[in-house]
Each structure stands twice: as C-alpha cells, then as structure tokens.
C-alpha cells in the first residue's frame, strides 16, 4: 500500500519563527490534506491540497504531485500552532484517507 | 452550522463487552468515515459508507462494524472489546458529489478505555 512519511517527526521553534514541515508519499494520489490535532483531539482542517499552492492567514501549502511531496509553511508561529500536524492521502478514489505518523509542534513563549 | 458530533465524548467498557459509538456528519454531507486513532499514532482507517452503502473497509476484525442511516447519520459497533481497542474513534464526514471530492471534515471523537 501507498506510504506517507512525515519530517521532522519533532519539532520545537521559538514564538515567532518559521518552520517548514514535508510529506512524502510513494505513490500518485488524487487527496491530499493536512490537519492539526490539538492537544484535545481534535482533527482541524488546514488545507485541502492534492496539487499547486494555498495560503491561509500565516500557514500556507504546496503540493509537487508528479515529485509526490507535500510542504506546509507555518509563518511567525504562536505557542497555539502547538500540537499534532497530520498530512493524510488518498489513492484512486478509495475513499480512505492514510495518515502519516504526524510532526509534533511545540512553539515557546 | 454544526459540525460533525459524535457521542459519547468517553466511554469506559471491560474487555468481552459490546460497544455502539454514534455520529451525525455535517448537514448536506451524504459520506461518513470511521477512523481509530491509537495513542501516538495517526488515524487508522476503520469504514467509510456513502448513501447507505459501504464504500471502503479497513484492515479490522469483523468484530468492527458500522451502518449508515437514512438520516447520513452513523453508528460504528465493536463487539468483544479487548485491550487493544483502547483508543479515540473518530467520525470523518464529507460531501463528495459530483466530483468525488472527497476533503473529510472531523468530529471530535469519542475516547474509549477497555479495562
């Protein structure tokens, strides 16, 4: 089956910095999206990407999907970016969503 | 507008026993998906079903099953808990439509212990 790798696996950044976190997946896919689980659980939409780029506020994502990599920008970074960062694919209209094993933010005041 | 909502928020069972957890997908979605997140890990794949039907299944146990209501609303049940179904289950919701697209919008979850 089709693997999704995140890098770093952690990561911990000072308020206001950048940080750049990668997905890598090993075969085409027709979905892509990212997440951020909060410390509660709960899965928050960032973006829904399968190919080009999308901004949203400080966070933005690109998508190379003929080099299947994936990239989310986090921009002047909070201590509430904190958390779980998901990148999940899905391959030939399967429905299933794969999850990488995620990138674990901590941003310090 | 609501979200997906899923319930019970936590759920303390013994292993043997039987489970029904529940979700409602956002207004207008017709897709439901169920996912089983272990701690530390990423979301596993449990179902998903569209318009009443199951589209996809997971590498589960056939103790893992789900059916979908005339209402698009949800039910995942889980009999003959063991340890190991200790986890949070969540419900993933989406509009799909005309042009399969398929971005999944997700609940809360709800946690389960199996002591």
């Known amino acids: 089956g089709i693997q999704v790798e995140q890098s770093p696996p952690d990561l911990i950044l000072q308020e206001g910095a950048n940080s750049t976190l990668r997905c890598n997946f090993s075969d085409s896919v027709n979905n892509l999206q990212w997440f951020h689980q909060n410390p509660w659980g709960q899965l928050i939409n960032l973006f829904y990407?399968?190919?080009g780029t999308k901004q949203n506020g400080r966070l933005s994502a690109t998508t190379v999907a003929t080099e299947r990599y994936s990239l989310l920008y986090i921009s002047s970074s909070q201590t509430t970016d904190s958390g779980v960062y998901f990148c999940a694919v899905e391959k030939d209209s399967s429905y299933k969503l794969i999850f990488g094993s995620g990138t674990r933010l901590l941003v310090r005041p | 507008d609501a979200g997906v909502t899923q319930s019970p928020t936590h759920l303390i069972k013994t292993r043997g026993q039987h489970v029904t957890l529940r979700c409602s997908p956002i207004?207008?979605?017709?897709?439901v998906s169920w996912y089983q997140q272990v701690l530390g890990q990423g979301p596993q794949f449990i179902f998903q079903y569209y318009e009443k039907e199951e589209r996809g299944r997971g590498n589960f146990p056939d103790r893992f099953s789900a059916r979908q209501f005339p209402n698009y609303s949800s039910e995942l049940n889980v009999n003959a808990l063991l340890l190991g179904d200790s986890a949070l289950y969540l419900c993933?919701?989406?509009?799909?439509?005309?042009?399969?697209?398929?971005?999944?919008?997700f609940g809360p979850g709800t946690r389960l212990t199996v002591l």
């Open positions: 990407i399968p190919s």
């Open positions: 993933a919701s989406s509009f799909l439509g005309v042009y399969r697209r398929n971005e999944q919008f």
């Open positions: 207004s207008g979605h017709k897709s």
